[in-house]
């Protein structure tokens, strides 16, 4: 069983989505936030060498475990998270656009594939178990998610 860390709304909408409006607000957090997108803290899939393979088997319906349908990104931990925003002027621009971390349990470890730097997992067959304000310190993260890992597990 894995742990993902995901930003996201209420809805499920994470800041980099489809839509102009997520674009901006991701965009908006990383430059008014003072932490520019840098391909070495920000890879894209293609570029994270842990990610690239599962990607594009994905993209092409050939994962066994991954759809297109169902995988979204998240962190593997609360200090990916703290990198990829990290500053906090970052972090509070996501809180106050709506963001929150969810906490999901994917159940089938076959289900993630993680670099140290993000997660790809199948949400359909996770499990939310909770969520964290994206402007909390890493300890209370850290804390909220093994406290629902506990529960989880239990």
């Avoid at 962190?75 to 709506?98: M, Q, V």
Wanted: charged share 20%; aromatic share 12%.
């Amino acid at each position: 069983m894995t742990l993902i860390l995901r930003v996201e709304d209420t809805e499920g909408r994470g800041p980099y989505s489809n839509s102009l409006t997520y674009r901006k607000s991701a965009v908006y957090a990383h430059e008014m936030g003072g932490c520019p997108i840098s391909m070495t803290q920000h890879p894209d899939p293609y570029q994270d060498d842990a990610l690239a393979d599962a990607w594009i088997n994905m993209r092409n319906s050939q994962h066994p475990h991954l759809t297109a349908l169902g995988t979204r990104f998240g962190f593997p931990t609360a200090a990916a998270y703290f990198n990829w925003f990290s500053t906090t002027k970052a972090r509070d621009i996501l809180h106050d656009s709506g963001f929150r971390i969810s906490l999901y349990f994917v159940p089938d470890d076959r289900c993630v594939v993680a670099s140290k730097v993000q997660a790809l997992f199948d949400r359909i067959k996770a499990n939310w178990v909770g969520a964290i304000a994206c402007n909390s310190t890493q300890d209370e993260i850290e804390l909220g998610a093994s406290r629902k890992y506990s529960e989880y597990a239990a």
